[in-house]
């Protein structure tokens, strides 16, 4: 097993002989140095785990010291060891990054509190992440069987998605164990929406927040109460997203108010489930309401070119008085002419913004094989979610919100879910073309193999004809054609889509924020 290498620099390092032997007894291996050059002649030849480095030596000080060795080391952990209590060798030390500051006389348990914080936290933390998810585990998996309400299916996947982001920061090997668990759950959640999703239109004051849902019982309360809205609706953007811009970008400008989630409608797709949130309506009583402003699956038309007037014909038909705008932001020209317009922008009651940039990342990764090495895996792609968020304008747009006296919501349209298992379904030339629902009159799957929808108006879905049905993909699963099936199979698998039933589409945040 290789030994840490530590070096420590004091001028008096004879005195020091007993933590020396105490650190070599820890199976550390240590080197001594007398001096500031003897230290940099050290370090030149050879990298250390850390250094211990005396601020008050003869030559060069330790504060120079620790200049030199940071020119051609600046990585390397430098561990302040002083009898000074002085503020300003205190600040000079920290500005030049230590990595910790002790006081003499030290004791042997400070200095092996530095090592575990400096050389060992990553793997301390990985080894205590590891045993917590172990204890959690089980917990999660009783509640995975049990008969949960989508309240509870919520709060299961919002632990699952700590777990994600907690487990993905660190070296362990509990990979593997959740995503078999994330499997398991998404499994079971679909035979919880198979049973009960027909019902929650029976019932719309019992069922969970759907997407027809969201400006009454969400948005209109905050109009009606005085609040100015600034209303954000990211395509395509899920739960564990939503969690890492949360404490990167969103929380050093704005109190979380309101942090929920809702479900998604059927399909999980932006011409259904986006056209629910703005119209509120399900698609069907849309389309018999606003025939002008509904476009089926066999229309060649952009399906959500009709946004703003389905804002206006909700307001409308709820009576409010609320003055509004809508913009769909798709670049960052765009966006960052909308910044520049916020002064009029929010003298509006309402204000309703789409950024593109997440979805557009989605399909990116199917596309473009450089995109895909980018975010190969899931916690890349949540990286590169967060990266354009620090980078864009939108951050630009969250700092200028954030000291405007409005409702800030952050929400979405849907989620998306990473594919791995290709199941065979026939169509016709017209079917559809998305990987995790199909319409259509004339289809032929195996029925346990997905969700079918017969009777679309049950379901507040549209046909086209007297046999129209959707059939949706679950969990992981996704549609190809038995034709070049292979080939479709190894294109698509490992992508993230969406139209179908899993925690990852459907279960998707409601964010309510006030600038602090």
Request: some cysteine.
């Amino acid at each position: 097993m290789k030994k840490d290498k530590i070096l420590w620099v004091d001028d008096e390092i004879e005195l020091l002989r007993p933590y020396i032997i105490f650190l070599e007894e820890r199976n550390y291996e240590v080197l001594t140095a007398e001096s500031g050059q003897d230290a940099l002649d050290f370090c030149k030849e050879q990298h250390f785990d850390i250094i211990f480095l005396d601020e008050n030596m003869p030559g060069l000080s330790g504060l120079e010291t620790l200049l030199r060795i940071k020119e051609f080391d600046p990585n390397v952990p430098i561990v302040m060891i002083t009898k000074s209590e002085e503020e300003n060798i205190m600040n000079m030390a920290i500005g030049n990054k230590i990595a910790d500051y002790l006081i003499k006389p030290v004791n042997p348990n400070q200095i092996l509190l530095s090592l575990k914080k400096n050389i060992h936290k990553n793997d301390i933390i990985s080894e205590q992440k590891t045993e917590n998810y172990r204890s959690d585990f089980s917990k999660i998996g009783m509640q995975i069987n049990e008969s949960l309400t989508f309240g509870q299916w919520a709060e299961v996947y919002k632990k699952l998605v700590y777990w994600d982001l907690e487990l993905s920061e660190t070296n362990n090997d509990m990979s593997d164990l959740l995503s078999m668990q994330k499997t398991e759950a998404n499994s079971t959640f679909v035979k919880f929406v198979k049973k009960h999703y027909a019902s929650w239109f029976e019932n719309s004051e019992t069922r969970p927040i759907l997407s027809p849902d969201l400006f009454k019982k969400k948005v209109f309360p905050l109009l009606d109460n005085g609040e100015k809205v600034f209303f954000i609706l990211i395509d395509n953007f899920r739960l564990d997203q939503w969690k890492l811009i949360r404490d990167k970008v969103i929380t050093p400008y704005f109190s979380v108010v309101d942090e929920d989630v809702y479900c998604s409608i059927l399909p999980t797709a932006t011409q259904y489930a986006r056209n629910a949130i703005f119209s509120g309506l399900m698609p069907l009583q849309l389309q018999q309401h606003f025939p002008q402003l509904w476009i089926d699956e066999e229309g060649e038309e952009d399906k959500n070119q009709n946004e703003e007037k389905l804002i206006k014909s909700q307001i409308d038909r709820f009576r409010k008085k609320y003055t509004f705008s809508y913009r769909k932001v798709n670049n960052s020209q765009f966006g960052e002419k909308m910044v520049t317009m916020l002064p009029k922008i929010l003298e509006n009651d309402l204000n309703v913004c789409i950024l593109n940039f997440v979805d557009m990342l989605s399909h990116a990764r199917t596309d473009s094989q450089m995109i895909r090495e980018l975010a190969e895996n899931e916690k890349d792609y949540r990286d590169l979610t967060l990266s354009w968020f620090e980078r864009s304008f939108v951050k630009t747009l969250f700092q200028y919100l954030a000291k405007s006296k409005v409702k800030v919501i952050i929400t979405t349209d849907h989620g998306a879910v990473s594919i791995n298992n290709p199941i065979k379904i026939v169509g016709n030339k017209n079917t559809n073309v998305n990987l995790r629902y199909k319409v259509d009159k004339s289809l032929t799957y195996n029925e346990k193999e997905v969700f079918s929808i017969k009777q679309p108006a049950k379901f507040g879905l549209t046909s086209q004809s007297i046999n129209t049905q959707y059939v949706f993909a679950t969990s992981n699963d996704f549609f190809a054609y038995p034709n070049n099936f292979n080939y479709y199979a190894n294109y698509y698998r490992g992508t993230l889509q969406h139209g179908g039933i899993s925690m990852e589409e459907m279960i998707v945040p409601f964010v309510v924020l006030s600038g602090k």
